[in-house]
């Protein structure tokens, strides 16, 4: 078994989705048996409850929806004609869920907006904080505390010793890795990947600009254990673009 990992996307209006027709690309050279997309797909920026009124001014559900669409088109456009597909997973992340809440606290709006405008033809789809497994893996947006539903902090070697499954997570920034050997023989392993996208997230600040991004490949998964390939947006703009990523962002402008 070999795993595409495609952690948070967070696609919205006016930002560049080129990374998309690269990860299409890494599925064809890369030939996984699966892939799985963390979540955040769609960002929805319009429906964000840390945003102030005159950050969100302007912005609509509507578009946020197209954009994301956009670029789960492009993703799919550049695997045309390609033969033995993996299987494809998606999980929904707390991004996609502002959705369901916004639609919740307006019910005048059942009907008309739910996720089943999100273009995700072609996945297995996993609900919100729910979890699955492949070879002994498990996988979800993020693991979280019982009884409070809020995301474990602390770094992925305690989120492992609570979890106390191999887990793979999405929605932290940037890339956090562990390991532990049990006395049974049994190796379990962390995976936190929380980005793979071009723009550069404001509330970040100036420090944490070169957070990782990229895509993961988890090789000759056995039982919760694996072999481990990253590979950064920089990588993969140099596979596909034969450019640096700078050059490369600077001509797209």
Not at 33 to 57: C, I, M, N, Q
Not at 72 to 99: A, C, S, V
Not at 135 to 140: I, L
């Amino acid at each position: 078994m070999r795993i595409l990992v495609i952690p948070d996307t967070q696609i919205k209006p006016n930002v560049p989705i080129d990374h998309m027709r690269w990860a299409a690309k890494a599925v064809k050279d890369y030939k996984p048996t699966h892939v799985v997309h963390l979540g955040d797909h769609w960002d929805f920026p319009s429906l964000s409850s840390y945003a102030s009124r005159k950050e969100v001014e302007g912005k609509r559900v509507i578009q946020d929806i197209a954009a994301g669409n956009q670029a789960m088109k492009l993703f799919w456009d550049t695997l045309k004609r390609q033969k033995d597909l993996p299987e494809f997973h998606y999980i929904f992340g707390n991004h996609e869920e502002r959705l369901v809440r916004y639609v919740n606290d307006n019910p005048v709006l059942e009907n008309l907006l739910d996720l089943n405008q999100l273009n995700l033809d072609g996945w297995i789809t996993h609900p919100f904080k729910e979890v699955f497994e492949l070879n002994n893996v498990w996988f979800t947006h993020f693991f979280y505390a019982p009884f409070t539903g809020r995301a474990y902090g602390g770094t992925a070697q305690n989120i492992l010793a609570r979890v106390g499954l191999s887990m793979c997570q999405g929605h932290r920034q940037g890339k956090e890795v562990s390991a532990r050997a049990l006395p049974n023989g049994q190796v379990q392993r962390a995976l936190i990947a929380g980005s793979y996208y071009l723009h550069t997230e404001e509330y970040l600040g100036p420090q944490a600009r070169e957070t990782w991004r990229g895509l993961v490949v988890l090789h000759d998964v056995q039982d919760g254990d694996y072999d481990m390939m990253e590979l950064s947006t920089k990588y993969l703009c140099r596979r596909y673009e034969k450019m640096e990523l700078d050059e490369f962002l600077e001509k797209e402008k």
